[in-house]
């Protein structure tokens, strides 16, 4: 029996879960939930997921979210490469170290940036202060930073010279400013030769299969119709400013 994956490909987390489920044959049924249409407010998915989030996992009469926890699942579950999500103690500790600090590390950093490129001023029409753009690109560069000295240094990948799951966790938050256009690769000769080592492993087909979406952000923004927003307009306006 197949795996239903409930996914918004502008969304990180669904990414890398639908890249690491492709990339390893594992059987699934892709179910698209759009987050700009609010159909993560739907009776039927809050039986899927009662917290509302994609992704979302149902593998016959088991739901569950978060996309950590789901990647772990399904390298446990179907047996996935031991380099994925390793079986020795360290190796797995540093996976699971990358992935502890990536949500308030990276994600805060490269989500926010997509917001005030592209959200704010075209969908919703809020003008970004020039300094509060400065300090989100600070705060990023800061991140990045912490990426490639901590977790990189001279290595292949996060934990070694095999691909694991912390990987793409990784490329995924990276890639979100990239397609709003800030070039966090320009200058970052180890995070740039880094990409393209993830996207060698995972496979260049796959990988542009799971960003068509966001990296056709910049248009796919002038369509979004903002009064279906509206009401979440004054709370992304609080966070992100």
């Known amino acids: 029996m197949a795996l239903e994956l409930f996914l918004?490909?502008?969304?990180?987390?669904?990414?890398?879960?639908?890249?690491?489920a492709k990339k390893n044959n594992i059987p699934v049924e892709v179910k698209t939930v759009s987050l700009m249409n609010g159909e993560h407010y739907t009776e039927e998915f809050g039986k899927i997921n009662p917290i509302r989030k994609v992704p979302a996992l149902k593998d016959g009469d088991f739901c569950m979210g978060e996309s950590v926890a789901m990647l772990q699942y399904m390298a446990e579950r179907f047996k996935t490469p031991d380099h994925w999500f390793p079986a020795d103690l360290q190796k797995r500790a540093r996976v699971n170290e990358y992935l502890c600090w990536q949500p308030t590390g990276i994600r805060m950093h490269g989500s926010k940036l997509l917001y005030l490129k592209l959200m704010l001023p075209i969908v919703f029409k809020v003008e970004v202060p020039e300094q509060k753009m400065k300090d989100a690109l600070e705060d990023?560069?800061?991140?990045l930073k912490v990426i490639e000295d901590t977790f990189l240094q001279d290595k292949p990948f996060i934990i070694g010279d095999q691909i694991s799951i912390a990987d793409l966790v990784a490329v995924v938050e990276v890639m979100q400013p990239f397609a709003a256009g800030v070039d966090v690769f320009k200058d970052r000769p180890r995070l740039s030769a880094w990409k393209d080592r993830v996207v060698q492993a995972v496979g260049k087909e796959l990988f542009d299969e799971a960003h068509e979406s966001i990296m056709?952000?910049?248009?796919?923004?002038?369509?979004?119709?903002?009064?279906?927003?509206?009401?979440?307009k004054p709370r992304i306006i609080r966070l992100m400013l």
């Open 140 to 143: 990023l560069d800061s991140s």
């Open 216 to 232: 056709g952000a910049k248009e796919a923004v002038k369509l979004i119709d903002s009064s279906k927003l509206e009401h979440f």
């Open 8 to 20: 918004d490909m502008m969304s990180q987390p669904c990414r890398s879960v639908y890249m690491f």
